[in-house]
């Protein structure tokens, strides 16, 4: 099950940042949406498709691990963007998330590559200096979702790696992922993206981390189109993978939800996805639709348009039900076609 807001005392009447939608039994949503106290601008309902009765839960919704996904509008200020981001963090703190998760690019988009090269800090600067301070303060998880990161061979290279910080509640760096997989590609209709220009590969994967909603499989937006990273981090304990992106309005529409809810279906994982949102500069846009997928591939929360956030439940139980009833790991068939992930060591 995932479930609404948890009491209509967490909304106040003060201006709030936008949020999405969560999921909860249609037969119990009018009491929700008549709470006086409840406001969420836009609230939206999805109707998703009945889980099996065999599949039911038992324990109660309220008792579940909450996360935010916030979805933002990232330019080339990083003091703005810092501003932005730790609004929506604070009020996923208020709301009773126990992590909040941010798109990639998160900290900047800058016009090109040599304003990101200039731009760009290493893990131990002043900006992720900020945002360990500031999940101390909240007492949450971050998933900082793509750093613009001056690596320990930034002197060499003159490149960065595009890194996925996850901070825990003390503000202590927990995983450090970097892309593996870069964005070259010239789409019609698309602003071409040449990530390597700027950009070194990540030399490994991380395995799955603990966490308060779960164990946590580290990727960033292009790695969504390589199911081998997603099987290899679900074979490793994976419960829920992460795809921090900034996608663009022709791959978008096409192919940024039915990429992530294939994801979670192949992985039977929660599929949790921040993006950017709206135009950064006159030389970039990005397509939003932020969301939350459950493993039985419905999209269970989702944000409006705009910077905001929306929450979901992540239910464990749901998972492990899931992966019992429909085993597919054990009727994988490698003699025949290999290991499409392999199991990380």
Not at 43 to 72: D, F, G, T, Y
Not at 96 to 111: H, M, Q, V
Not at 316 to 331: A, N, T
Request: aromatic content about 6%.
């Amino acid at each position: 099950m995932v479930s609404a807001v948890s009491s209509c005392r967490t909304c106040s009447r003060s201006h709030r940042p936008r949020l999405g939608f969560i999921i909860r039994p249609r037969h119990q949503l009018l009491p929700l949406l008549l709470c006086p106290g409840l406001r969420i601008p836009r609230l939206s309902v999805l109707c998703a498709q009945p889980r099996p009765r065999a599949m039911a839960i038992s324990s109660s919704s309220w008792e579940l691990p909450l996360v935010a996904v916030c979805q933002v509008t990232s330019t080339p200020d990083k003091e703005q963007n810092f501003k932005t981001c730790a609004e929506l963090v604070r009020e996923a703190a208020r709301l009773g998330a126990c992590l909040a998760f941010l798109p990639e690019a998160f900290d900047f988009i800058a016009r090109d590559p040599a304003e990101t090269l200039h731009l760009s800090e290493p893990l131990g600067g002043n900006l992720l200096g900020e945002y360990t301070q500031l999940a101390r303060e909240c007492g949450l998880w971050l998933s900082l979702g793509g750093f613009h990161e001056r690596g320990q061979d930034w002197e060499q290279t003159q490149k960065i790696y595009n890194c996925h910080v996850l901070l825990n509640s003390k503000g202590s760096v927990v995983a450090a992922y970097r892309k593996t997989h870069l964005c070259d590609v010239d789409i019609p209709g698309q602003a071409p993206m040449h990530e390597s220009d700027s950009t070194m590969p990540g030399p490994s994967i991380e395995p799955p981390v603990s966490t308060p909603a779960g164990k946590i499989g580290l990727a960033i937006c292009y790695d969504m189109r390589f199911p081998e990273l997603s099987l290899a981090l679900a074979q490793a304990g994976a419960e829920i993978l992460t795809y921090p992106s900034a996608f663009g309005f022709v791959t978008g529409p096409a192919h940024w939800e039915v990429l992530l809810r294939a994801r979670a279906i192949e992985t039977q994982c929660y599929v949790v996805a921040a993006a950017q949102c709206g135009r950064h500069h006159q030389k970039r846009e990005s397509y939003g639709h932020s969301m939350v997928v459950d493993p039985w591939g419905t999209v269970v929360a989702r944000c409006s348009d705009g910077p905001g956030l929306c929450l979901a439940r992540i239910d464990l139980s749901y998972l492990r039900q899931l992966r019992q009833h429909l085993p597919v790991f054990q009727h994988r068939r490698p003699d025949l076609y290999g290991s499409l992930g392999h199991p990380l060591s």
